[in-house]
T-cell receptor
Framework: NAGVTQTPKFQVLKTGQSMTLQCAQD?????MSWYRQDPGMGLRLIHY???????DQGEVPNGYNVSRSTTEDFPLRLLSAAPSQTSVYFC???????????????FGPGTRLLVL | GQSLEQPSEVTAVEGAIVQINCTYQ??????LSWYQQHDGGAPTFLSY??LDGLEETGRFSSFLSRSDSYGYLLLQELQMKDSASYFC???????????WGAGTKLIIKP
């Protein structure tokens, strides 16, 4: 199993550009999420999904869109990049329910984004 | 509100034991998770406590006291490769969201 994969690994954007960060998992997990991590800080949830066709907002959703058309894929779209969106973005997946199912999240390697 | 507090940095010596504390405020508590993150890497799951007490996994143990809204991660026989940041996390009530502490950077000296 590849686990959780993310592309690209690095990206530089100019203010106002749009792009899509890709995330895929091969563990048949219902739950997928996107986080951003800024230097010296914990993870902040952007959007999450509990299954195909179901998405919801996290703590910091503004400026980002998501969709979940399949169980495997959960892309994150930046609509109009701003310097404040410079960060490291992690995608994660987990099962839902059970003892600690959702609390045991598997992370992708991250995408490092710089917005100029 | 819901929040987690953990020390920003802890320093220990190789071969020693270190404890990283986490206190939380949350509604509808389910359990406390711990993750490790090396510089430049992704978080990796270490442990999960839903019930009071100590859970042991090799050199790492995690403890939870629900009545005190407190938990800790215990690392024994420290190795240089344990130098990393450690995060605690809890589920946000009945919602499908995890909230995270700001992380504790563990510095290990030879």
């Amino acid at each position: 199993n590849a686990g959780v994969t993310q592309t690209p690994k690095f990206q530089v954007l100019k203010t106002g550009q749009s792009m899509t960060l890709q995330c895929a998992q091969d563990m048949n997990h219902e739950y997928m999420s996107w986080y951003r991590q800024d230097p010296g800080m914990g993870l902040r949830l952007i959007h999450y999904s509990v299954g195909a066709g179901i998405t919801d907002q996290g703590e910091v959703p503004n400026g980002y869109n998501v969709s979940r058309s399949t169980t495997e894929d959960f892309p994150l779209r930046l609509l109009s990049a701003a310097p404040s969106q410079t960060s490291v973005y992690f995608c994660a997946s987990s099962s839902v329910g059970g003892a600690g199912g959702q609390e045991t999240q598997y992370f992708g390697p991250g995408t490092r984004l710089l917005v100029l | 509100g819901q929040s987690l507090e953990q020390p920003s940095e802890v320093t220990a010596v190789e071969g020693a034991i270190v404890q990283i504390n986490c206190t939380y405020q949350t509604s509808g508590f389910y359990g406390l998770s711990w993750y490790q993150q090396h510089d430049g890497g992704a978080p990796t799951f270490l442990s999960y406590n839903a019930l009071d007490g100590l859970e042991e996994t090799g050199r790492f143990s995690s403890f939870l006291s629900r009545s005190d809204s407190y938990g800790y991660l215990l690392l024994q026989e420290l190795q240089m490769k344990d130098s990393a940041s450690y995060f605690c996390a809890v589920r946000r009530g009945s919602n499908y969201q995890l909230i995270w502490g700001a992380g504790t950077k563990l510095i290990i000296k030879p």
